[in-house]
Protein backbone atom coordinates (compact mmCIF):
# COMPACT_ATOMS: atom_id res chain seq x y z
CA UNK A 1 0.00 0.00 0.00
CA UNK A 2 0.94 3.65 -0.66
CA UNK A 3 3.15 5.79 1.72
CA UNK A 4 2.80 9.48 1.72
CA UNK A 5 5.79 11.62 3.94
CA UNK A 6 5.05 15.16 4.43
CA UNK A 7 7.14 17.22 6.58
CA UNK A 8 7.43 18.80 8.69
CA UNK A 9 4.50 18.89 10.89
CA UNK A 10 4.57 22.22 12.15
CA UNK A 11 6.22 25.73 10.50
CA UNK A 12 5.99 29.27 12.04
CA UNK A 13 7.71 31.69 8.93
CA UNK A 14 7.97 35.39 9.02
CA UNK A 15 5.87 36.89 6.33
CA UNK A 16 8.47 37.94 3.21
CA UNK A 17 10.31 34.82 4.14
CA UNK A 18 10.17 31.52 1.43
CA UNK A 19 8.40 28.01 2.01
CA UNK A 20 9.50 24.64 0.05
CA UNK A 21 7.05 21.80 1.44
CA UNK A 22 8.30 18.10 -0.34
CA UNK A 23 5.96 15.36 -0.20
CA UNK A 24 6.86 11.97 -1.18
CA UNK A 25 5.52 8.49 -2.19
CA UNK A 26 6.04 4.94 -1.71
CA UNK A 27 3.73 1.94 -2.50
CA UNK A 28 2.79 3.14 -6.12
CA UNK A 29 4.52 4.70 -9.39
CA UNK A 30 3.06 6.97 -11.88
CA UNK A 31 0.90 8.54 -9.21
CA UNK A 32 -1.39 11.31 -9.20
CA UNK A 33 -0.36 13.73 -6.96
CA UNK A 34 -2.05 16.81 -5.18
CA UNK A 35 -1.69 19.56 -2.67
CA UNK A 36 -4.67 20.70 -0.79
CA UNK A 37 -4.79 23.80 1.66
CA UNK A 38 -7.14 24.34 4.47
CA UNK A 39 -7.93 27.71 6.13
CA UNK A 40 -9.13 26.96 10.16
CA UNK A 41 -12.81 25.53 10.01
CA UNK A 42 -12.74 25.71 6.56
CA UNK A 43 -12.78 22.82 3.40
CA UNK A 44 -10.31 21.80 1.86
CA UNK A 45 -8.88 23.67 -1.21
CA UNK A 46 -6.90 22.06 -4.32
CA UNK A 47 -4.21 24.11 -5.08
CA UNK A 48 -1.99 21.94 -7.59
CA UNK A 49 -2.23 18.66 -8.96
CA UNK A 50 -0.12 16.91 -11.26
CA UNK A 51 -0.40 13.74 -13.29
CA UNK A 52 3.18 13.28 -13.89
CA UNK A 53 6.89 14.63 -13.72
CA UNK A 54 7.05 17.99 -15.16
CA UNK A 55 3.20 18.51 -15.10
CA UNK A 56 0.98 20.71 -13.28
CA UNK A 57 -2.12 22.23 -12.89
CA UNK A 58 -2.97 24.94 -11.22
CA UNK A 59 -6.20 26.40 -9.24
CA UNK A 60 -4.16 29.42 -9.70
CA UNK A 61 -3.37 30.27 -6.16
CA UNK A 62 -0.72 33.54 -6.97
CA UNK A 63 1.70 33.22 -4.44
CA UNK A 64 2.42 29.23 -4.87
CA UNK A 65 3.94 27.35 -7.04
CA UNK A 66 4.83 23.50 -7.42
CA UNK A 67 7.02 21.24 -8.95
CA UNK A 68 6.99 17.49 -9.87
CA UNK A 69 11.08 16.99 -9.97
CA UNK A 70 10.65 13.30 -9.70
CA UNK A 71 7.77 10.22 -10.30
CA UNK A 72 7.22 10.08 -6.47
CA UNK A 73 8.28 14.20 -5.28
CA UNK A 74 5.87 16.72 -5.74
CA UNK A 75 7.15 20.08 -4.37
CA UNK A 76 5.04 23.12 -3.11
CA UNK A 77 7.03 26.64 -2.99
CA UNK A 78 6.79 30.42 -2.57
CA UNK A 79 9.31 33.25 -2.69
CA UNK A 80 7.23 35.27 -0.65
CA UNK A 81 4.68 34.20 1.77
CA UNK A 82 1.66 36.54 2.89
CA UNK A 83 -0.59 36.05 6.04
CA UNK A 84 -3.14 34.64 3.75
CA UNK A 85 -0.77 31.85 3.38
CA UNK A 86 -1.20 30.37 7.18
CA UNK A 87 -3.27 27.36 7.05
CA UNK A 88 -3.08 23.14 7.16
CA UNK A 89 -1.47 21.97 3.49
CA UNK A 90 -2.17 18.44 2.75
CA UNK A 91 0.11 16.79 0.22
CA UNK A 92 -2.08 13.59 -1.30
CA UNK A 93 -2.15 10.53 -3.66
CA UNK A 94 -3.96 8.55 -6.14
CA UNK A 95 -1.94 5.20 -7.37
CA UNK A 96 -2.03 4.57 -11.14
CA UNK A 97 -4.46 1.73 -10.74
CA UNK A 98 -6.59 3.35 -7.69
CA UNK A 99 -8.81 5.91 -7.73
CA UNK A 100 -8.78 6.61 -3.88
CA UNK A 101 -7.15 9.56 -2.60
CA UNK A 102 -5.04 9.16 0.44
CA UNK A 103 -3.37 12.04 2.41
CA UNK A 104 -0.03 12.98 3.86
CA UNK A 105 -0.15 13.60 7.91
CA UNK A 106 0.25 17.70 6.87
CA UNK A 107 1.94 20.52 7.90
CA UNK A 108 0.26 23.61 9.91
CA UNK A 109 2.01 26.37 8.53
CA UNK A 110 1.45 29.96 10.27
CA UNK A 111 3.19 32.86 9.25
CA UNK A 112 3.19 35.82 11.05
CA UNK B 1 -22.11 27.96 -7.30
CA UNK B 2 -19.79 25.64 -5.32
CA UNK B 3 -18.41 22.70 -7.08
CA UNK B 4 -18.99 20.57 -4.30
CA UNK B 5 -21.79 21.44 -1.71
CA UNK B 6 -22.53 19.87 1.58
CA UNK B 7 -25.12 20.50 4.55
CA UNK B 8 -23.50 22.92 6.16
CA UNK B 9 -24.12 21.71 10.05
CA UNK B 10 -23.37 21.18 12.95
CA UNK B 11 -25.71 18.03 13.56
CA UNK B 12 -25.59 17.35 17.12
CA UNK B 13 -27.12 14.18 17.57
CA UNK B 14 -27.64 11.48 20.98
CA UNK B 15 -25.64 8.15 20.81
CA UNK B 16 -27.74 5.55 18.96
CA UNK B 17 -29.49 8.11 16.65
CA UNK B 18 -29.81 7.79 12.97
CA UNK B 19 -28.20 11.21 11.21
CA UNK B 20 -28.00 11.90 7.36
CA UNK B 21 -25.73 14.35 4.98
CA UNK B 22 -26.20 15.41 1.93
CA UNK B 23 -23.69 16.81 -0.94
CA UNK B 24 -24.54 18.40 -4.26
CA UNK B 25 -22.17 18.27 -6.92
CA UNK B 26 -22.20 20.67 -10.29
CA UNK B 27 -20.26 18.83 -12.73
CA UNK B 28 -22.81 16.20 -14.34
CA UNK B 29 -19.38 14.32 -16.20
CA UNK B 30 -17.75 13.74 -12.55
CA UNK B 31 -16.50 10.42 -12.37
CA UNK B 32 -16.30 9.00 -8.78
CA UNK B 33 -17.41 10.23 -5.69
CA UNK B 34 -15.87 9.30 -1.66
CA UNK B 35 -16.83 10.09 1.45
CA UNK B 36 -13.92 11.04 3.90
CA UNK B 37 -14.16 11.37 7.89
CA UNK B 38 -11.71 14.40 9.00
CA UNK B 39 -10.90 14.49 12.39
CA UNK B 40 -9.81 17.71 14.58
CA UNK B 41 -6.29 19.16 13.27
CA UNK B 42 -5.32 15.67 11.04
CA UNK B 43 -5.48 14.46 7.74
CA UNK B 44 -9.03 13.74 5.88
CA UNK B 45 -9.42 9.38 5.67
CA UNK B 46 -11.34 7.72 3.65
CA UNK B 47 -14.48 6.44 5.22
CA UNK B 48 -16.26 4.79 1.88
CA UNK B 49 -16.55 5.09 -2.18
CA UNK B 50 -19.85 5.78 -3.22
CA UNK B 51 -21.31 3.33 -5.86
CA UNK B 52 -23.79 3.95 -8.56
CA UNK B 53 -25.92 0.98 -6.99
CA UNK B 54 -25.70 2.82 -3.24
CA UNK B 55 -23.47 0.92 -1.06
CA UNK B 56 -23.11 0.01 2.77
CA UNK B 57 -20.08 -0.82 4.78
CA UNK B 58 -21.68 -1.59 8.76
CA UNK B 59 -23.23 1.04 9.94
CA UNK B 60 -22.81 3.50 7.23
CA UNK B 61 -24.57 3.77 3.55
CA UNK B 62 -23.59 5.56 0.83
CA UNK B 63 -25.97 6.52 -2.24
CA UNK B 64 -25.17 8.38 -4.99
CA UNK B 65 -27.94 9.54 -7.56
CA UNK B 66 -26.14 11.08 -11.09
CA UNK B 67 -29.75 12.79 -12.49
CA UNK B 68 -30.08 14.78 -9.63
CA UNK B 69 -25.84 14.80 -9.27
CA UNK B 70 -26.34 13.91 -5.71
CA UNK B 71 -24.71 11.77 -2.96
CA UNK B 72 -25.87 11.17 1.01
CA UNK B 73 -24.09 9.31 3.59
CA UNK B 74 -26.68 7.72 6.18
CA UNK B 75 -25.09 6.43 9.89
CA UNK B 76 -27.27 4.30 12.11
CA UNK B 77 -27.01 3.94 15.70
CA UNK B 78 -24.25 6.73 15.93
CA UNK B 79 -21.51 6.04 18.16
CA UNK B 80 -19.03 8.83 20.66
CA UNK B 81 -16.22 7.73 18.10
CA UNK B 82 -18.45 8.99 14.72
CA UNK B 83 -17.80 12.50 15.94
CA UNK B 84 -15.66 13.95 13.24
CA UNK B 85 -16.33 16.12 10.36
CA UNK B 86 -17.27 14.60 7.03
CA UNK B 87 -16.40 15.64 3.80
CA UNK B 88 -18.08 14.85 0.26
CA UNK B 89 -15.22 14.38 -2.76
CA UNK B 90 -15.70 14.15 -6.14
CA UNK B 91 -13.35 13.74 -9.16
CA UNK B 92 -13.63 14.85 -12.57
CA UNK B 93 -10.93 13.71 -14.48
CA UNK B 94 -8.20 13.64 -11.92
CA UNK B 95 -9.40 16.49 -10.19
CA UNK B 96 -10.57 15.64 -6.93
CA UNK B 97 -12.64 18.52 -5.14
CA UNK B 98 -13.88 18.51 -1.29
CA UNK B 99 -17.01 19.48 0.30
CA UNK B 100 -16.75 22.05 2.93
CA UNK B 101 -17.40 19.65 5.16
CA UNK B 102 -20.49 19.18 7.93
CA UNK B 103 -19.64 18.81 11.26
CA UNK B 104 -20.91 15.74 13.59
CA UNK B 105 -20.89 15.62 17.56
CA UNK B 106 -22.20 12.68 18.71
CA UNK B 107 -23.24 13.15 22.40
CA UNK B 108 -23.58 10.57 25.15
Known amino acids: SQTIHQWPATLVQPVGSPLSLECTVEGTSNPNLYWYRQAAGRGLQLLFY??????ISSEVPQNLSASRPQDRQFILSSKKLLLSDSGFYLC???????????FGSGTQLSVL | RKEVEQDPGPFNVPEGATVAFNCTYSNSASQSFFWYRQDCRKEPKLLMSVYSSGNEDGRFTAQLNRASQYISLLIRDSKLSDSATYLC?????????FGAGTRLTVKP
Open chain 2, 89 to 97: VVNSYNDMR
Open chain 1, 92 to 102: ACRGATNEKLF
Open chain 1, 50 to 55: SVGIGQ
